[in-house]
């Protein structure tokens, strides 16, 4: 079978150099991408050793099954030599990903190590042949996050495997069969991490032959961002992957077509293309295109949550962060101490958004007799449903039976947690209410309340100071405490800024089995 190939690579926009290498061997029907690791540490030295050890081997292979041992050997031959080379020049990390393949016998035969990809094109479909060695891979395994949420996740970047890092280090294979109107596509998450698989699939099939599809890709993933080298080889079992679109149905030998009047010939045509030209404008109005485009927020606070149900994902986002999302987009901005905020975007051509939560929540617990009604002036809500307020003046109106009513204001200054209790005096007209009968404190349980400081956006790498001792580890940290006992806590960033002494009063009152203190409930002004 004959392979008709295009190959390119490209340093992208943000990199300052291009660690990647590519690898194209036609006579013994060899493919590779190679994407290094290690920046300085010298990436680029990794990849090419891959392209050129696995040329070398697998040359000297005298059969298609040979090639596939040759292949396999030639990585782990390149990953000793990597090791070998890495601590010779004191370069620790120098390392590359690697996607090759072979195409011969009717069959393709894939390796791979880290997360470079591998896809198959077969008619009008793509199928991403191998699986990524990677953390965001690892949780859409378990189930923690589905593929789409790996696109945008922060973490995206971490990969679990590369050539030259382990000395054990294990190999991924696959195989299957290459049809007459195949084609395989072997690229680094450059490329991949720019674009839908859609779009590379009509990319590939809009293109007149491989090396300009190649080409059309590197030049789209730039579009997108090019925030990372972009490499790719495209081989194909067939000059061009172009559709075949379908021709006009021809008229049957013998019958002639049926001559409309030259009249109103013209006429039918003139009223289709007024109204195919109707019917454009108007789906341009409606239908808003569903591209991709990259995203940069300029926040207020420096960290803040980001839900997009329309792209399915919401985490942590940072300040100067880039994300990629589909138009149009709607966002939602959290932040713990703050009140929510909307961004709506709906055209392309903007590229940063600067968002900044100006409205503060503070934590309220109202502490109300029974018989007590306290609502809201404003918007009549009653005090009992709501456990936040933005800062500001909150005009309330308090009433019981048996007391005068009153109105009173709630003024809100700080993040709390702000304890609200009114003051209501006896009715003189009417007897003032029994005292309710004071039952005395019940006993707090005699197991230890489990305090948990749970890890988030706020304090990767903090450490917490229980009554001035520091606690081994840093968050999530959990420890088992004496009920009724004080207890000071104090939360220590990675940066070395300390919060303000936080007295843990769940423990002195609580009947809890465990609380929880998040970066939130402390104080560093």
């Known amino acids: 079978m004959r392979v008709y190939v295009g190959s390119g690579s490209d340093q992208g926009r943000i990199k300052g150099s291009n660690q990647d290498a590519v690898g194209v061997d036609l006579a013994n029907g060899l493919f590779l991408v190679a994407d290094g690791v290690g920046g300085n540490a010298g990436g680029d030295i990794a990849s090419g050793i891959i392209v050129s050890v696995a040329k070398e081997l697998v040359a000297a292979a005298n059969s298609y099954e040979d090639r596939k041992n040759a292949l396999v050997g030639a990585v782990r031959e390149a990953n000793a030599r990597i090791l070998k080379r890495a601590l010779a020049e004191n370069k620790k990390g120098m390392s590359s990903t690697v996607t090759a393949f072979l195409i011969g016998a009717g069959k393709y035969f894939v390796v791979q190590a880290g997360d470079s990809r591998a896809y198959l094109i077969r008619g009008n479909e793509i199928v991403q042949v191998t699986k990524d060695n990677s953390h965001v891979q690892q949780l859409v395994d378990r189930g923690i996050i589905t593929p789409e949420e790996a696109r945008h996740h922060e973490d995206r970047n971490v990969i679990t495997r590369a050539v030259g890092l382990d000395p054990e280090m294990e190999i991924d294979t696959y195989e299957g069969e290459f049809r007459e109107t195949d084609a395989l596509l072997a690229c680094s998450d450059g490329l991949w991490g720019e674009m839908t698989d859609k779009e590379m699939l009509d990319t590939v099939l809009n293109s007149e032959d491989g090396q300009q599809a190649c080409n059309a890709l590197i030049e789209l993933a730039n579009r997108n961002g090019g925030h990372d080298n972009i490499s790719v080889i495209l081989a194909q079992s067939s000059p061009t992957m172009r559709k075949v679109l379908p021709q006009k149905a021809k008229l049957r030998p013998g019958r002639l077509a049926p001559r409309a009047p030259v009249g109103k010939k013209v006429l039918v045509g003139g009223l289709v293309v007024v109204f195919l030209a109707v019917a454009a404008l108007l789906l341009s109005r409606v239908f808003t295109p569903r591209r991709p485009v990259w995203v940069t927020f300029e926040t207020t606070p420096e960290t803040l949550g980001v839900t997009s149900a329309r792209d399915g994902f919401s985490r942590a986002v940072h300040s ?181 002494p936080r007295v843990l009063g769940d423990v002195l009152t609580s009947s809890k089995t465990e609380v929880r203190y998040p970066s939130s409930a402390f104080d560093f002004r």
Request: hydrophobic letters at 35%; proline letters at 12%; charged letters at 25%.
């Open 320 to 500: 100067g962060e880039s994300i990629q999302l589909s138009l149009p987009i709607t966002l939602v901005f959290q932040q713990a101490g703050y009140s929510d905020d909307t961004l709506v975007i709906n055209e392309p051509g903007r590229k940063k958004y600067r968002i900044e939560l100006r409205s503060p929540l503070a934590r309220v617990n109202f502490r109300l007799p029974p018989d007590a009604v306290v609502r809201f002036k404003k918007s009549g809500v009653e005090a009992r449903e709501v456990e936040s307020l933005p800062f500001g003046a909150h005009p309330l109106r308090c009433e019981r039976p048996g007391y005068v009513p009153c109105d009173t204001v709630l003024q809100v200054s700080s993040v709390g947690p702000l304890t609200f209790e009114p003051v209501l005096k006896a009715s003189p007209s009417e007897a003032p209410a029994p005292k309710p009968v004071q039952e005395p404190p019940k006993a707090l349980p005699s197991t230890p309340i489990v305090v948990i400081f749970p890890k988030d956006a706020n304090n990767a790498g903090a450490k917490v100071i229980l009554n001035d001792e520091l606690q081994k580890g840093t968050v999530p940290v959990r420890v088992s405490l004496t009920r009724g006992k004080k207890y000071t806590a104090v939360l220590q960033l990675s940066d070395g800024r300390r919060s303000k």
